[in-house]
């Protein structure tokens, strides 16, 4: 089972989607692992965590799924786009923290948001017919 996290609201102002988080607190890592840098975040985890964002947002914006059944909903939304709940977490969290991962983050999800088409040019204006220019 899993809850909404502090990292959840802030990264919901962030990107208008909270964060998931496991309810069973990991367990304590070595201190090796504390001081170990953060995994890299690939352009294809980006683009995962976008349409995860966007899915879990839609899921807490409809009033006709019960509270009760929106944290299910919100993790079945970051688990089909390909991510487990705590890398979807982790990028929320350096997204916070990474001005390099926040600004690819959102990039991310306005492009998955707007389609493809956000990122096609419109097409040059075609002279008048008759050759008036």
């Given at each position: 089972?899993?809850?909404?996290?502090?990292?959840?609201?802030?990264?919901?102002?962030?990107?208008?989607?909270?964060?998931?988080?496991?309810?069973?607190?990991?367990?304590?890592?070595?201190?090796?692992a504390?001081?170990?840098?953060?995994?890299?975040?690939?352009?294809?985890?980006?683009?995962?965590?976008?349409?995860?964002?966007?899915?879990?947002?839609?899921?807490?914006?409809?009033?006709?799924?019960?509270?009760?059944?929106k944290?299910?909903?919100?993790?079945?939304?970051?688990?089909?786009?390909?991510?487990d709940?705590?890398?979807?977490?982790?990028?929320?969290?350096?997204?916070?923290?990474?001005?390099?991962?926040?600004?690819?983050?959102q990039?991310a999800?306005?492009?998955?948001r707007?389609?493809?088409?956000?990122?096609?040019?419109?097409?040059?204006?075609?002279?008048?017919?008759?050759?008036?220019?």
């Open positions: 089972m899993i809850t909404l996290t502090h990292a959840a609201l802030a990264a919901g102002v962030l990107f208008g989607t909270p964060a998931i988080a496991q309810t069973t607190p990991p367990a304590a890592p070595a201190p090796q504390q001081t170990a840098a953060p995994t890299p975040v690939t352009d294809e985890e980006v683009t995962k965590f976008a349409r995860a964002a966007l899915a879990a947002d839609a899921v807490t914006k409809d009033a006709s799924i019960p509270a009760a059944d944290t299910t909903k919100m993790t079945e939304a970051v688990t089909g786009a390909g991510l709940t705590g890398r979807f977490n982790e990028i929320a969290t350096l997204a916070q923290t990474d001005p390099a991962v926040k600004d690819k983050v990039a999800i306005v492009a998955v707007d389609g493809p088409q956000a990122a096609v040019p419109a097409p040059a204006a075609s002279p008048t017919p008759g050759g008036q220019q």
